[in-house]
């Protein structure tokens, strides 16, 4: 006998089409919610940060990092170039000016000093003997110069006495003729005497000047000689500290290497380092601050150095009238640098809204403080911790300032306390 089988009611097609038809409705409905009412968000108002918008003084300004220097760095480099032999101090002493630092050795340079001193006294041998000579010479000349005023004056008295003897008949012309052609040739001879003498006499002070001028010259060479050899013993050249000392006994350094630096230790500057967007924005004589142990210290641009390094330039600024007590070389100041003055401006405090606003709207909470909606703003100057509001916002309004990273599209948020 055959048994009858009951029929099913739900096979698995029509389950599967069931389930089919129920997922469809539910994303249709999803779709009709998300588009009609899903701009709204619920968040929790401890999660984020709600700040008031209001009036107050602004000063546009960046932060910038500052490294502390000394004053005045004086660079040591070698003058001569030779081998280390001696080391009188170690890196970081204290040194007072002309204290020596370290000694070099160069051997060409001591030889060119030893012959150049040897030169010197040769040239010195060379002019005693001119000059002996050259006296001696004139004493010739100065006694040769005697002998004719002596024959002068024999020539003359010999005629005057003649001339006289001749009045009285006492002897013939031809005496008197002989007598006054002996005084006229002594008197050439006088004449003749005193232009050699006068030209000897300029003869020795040309030979004395040349003389003189080349010893002079030679001179100079062993003086300069003997500073340069001065000079492989490197010295300290003002009073300060000695930083960067690289030498090594046994090693050897050219001529204008770098061997360190000397500190000056009478006071300090700041070196900063400013994006180059900034580089049309920045002179002599705008300011920063800066604070140590809760206290506000003053820095005044001095130098602007104009060549851009990886996208920065550097500036160097000075302290003001206060100088933080303890204060070090190296350390670093977080600097707040002014890009304008002081004005009145309505405000609101940096928040991470702004990376993903642009600036260009913020959501403001509502007067019940119950939701936040968009408006649409536009923002000027900001500072390290406000931006300038130029619209869209009024002093007193609230505003949500923290991150937007999570919200979307999200026209409203709801907030949950």
Known sequence: MDIQLKKKRFTTQKLLLIGGAALLVTLIVFVIFTSLGGSKLNVEKERISINTVENGVFQENIPVNGIVLPITTIYLDALEGGRVEEKFVEDGTVLKKGEPILRLSNTDLELSLINQETQVYNLLTQMQISQNAARQNTINKLNQYT?????????????????????????????????????????????LSKQILSQDSIAVKQEKGQVQSSYARTQNALDLMRRKVADLVVKAPVDGQLTSLDAEIGQSKNKGERLGQIDVLSGFKVRADIDEHYISRIYNGQTGSFIINGKNYKLTIKKVYTQVTSGRFQVDMAFGEDIPEGIRRGQTLQIRLALSEEKQALLVPKGGFFQQTGGNWIFKVSENGDTAYKVDISLGSQNTEYYEVLSGLQPGDKVITSSYDNYGDVQELVLKN
């Not at 005023?149 to 005496?175: C, F, H, P, T």
């Not at 006229?184 to 004449?191: A, G, I, V």
């Open 147 to 191: 002998d004719v005023e002596s024959g002068l004056i024999e020539a003359k008295r010999v005629y005057e006495l003649n001339n006289k003897l001749y009045e009285k008949n006492a002897i013939g012309r031809q005496d008197l003729i002989k007598a006054q052609n002996e005084y006229d040739y002594q008197k050439e001879r006088m004449q």
